[in-house]
């Protein structure tokens, strides 16, 4: 016998959640979390497992996945399947543009430290210059 969990109101599922219930509207509009249903009043009514969901989405945010990111992790999890396979192909790529833009940063650094590295040079300035720090390199 299977052991139905007592649904929850959009609001206790947004005070348990700590998100607001506008957020959680808005994961529900975008099809990441689902309801079962409303109330007479025309509350939506949740499982509790949704609380579970709320936190796979926000720990795959703050890993930096985006929001159609994590509802194709959770579209390949309501087949039945794990869908560890592409969070790993999808963290790997987000790991190569990380690396991609330290190297972009590193070179900005560079440009800018030569930018600075002599106050008291004096470039020669033209009537058209804006600022000759820029212009002159």
């Given at each position: 016998?299977?052991?139905?969990?007592?649904?929850?109101?959009?609001?206790?599922?947004?005070?348990?959640?700590g998100?607001?219930?506008k957020?959680?509207r808005?994961y529900e509009?975008?099809?990441?979390l689902?309801t079962?249903?409303?109330t007479?009043?025309g509350?939506?009514?949740f499982?509790s497992?949704?609380?579970?969901?709320?936190?796979?989405i926000?720990?795959a945010?703050?890993?930096?996945?985006?929001?159609?990111e994590?509802?194709?992790?959770?579209?390949?999890?309501?087949?039945?399947?794990?869908?560890c396979?592409?969070?790993?192909?999808?963290l790997q790529e987000?790991?190569?543009?990380i690396?991609?833009?330290?190297?972009?940063l590193q070179?900005l650094?560079?440009?800018?430290?030569?930018?600075l590295s002599?106050?008291?040079?004096?470039?020669?300035?033209t009537?058209?210059?804006?600022?000759?720090?820029l212009?002159?390199i």
């Open positions: 016998m299977v052991v139905q969990d007592e649904p929850k109101l959009i609001g206790v599922i947004s005070k348990e959640s998100l607001p219930v957020t959680i808005y509009e975008l099809g990441l689902k079962i249903g409303r007479e009043g509350y939506r009514l499982r497992d949704t609380l579970s969901r709320l936190h796979f926000k720990r945010q703050s890993l930096g996945l985006s929001l159609s994590i509802k194709a992790f959770l579209e390949v999890r309501e087949t039945g399947d794990l869908p396979v592409h969070v790993r192909q999808t987000k790991l190569s543009d690396d991609r833009q330290i190297l972009e070179r650094k560079l440009e800018l430290t030569e930018l002599d106050p008291t040079a004096q470039p020669i300035v009537e058209t210059m804006i600022c000759p720090i212009e002159s």
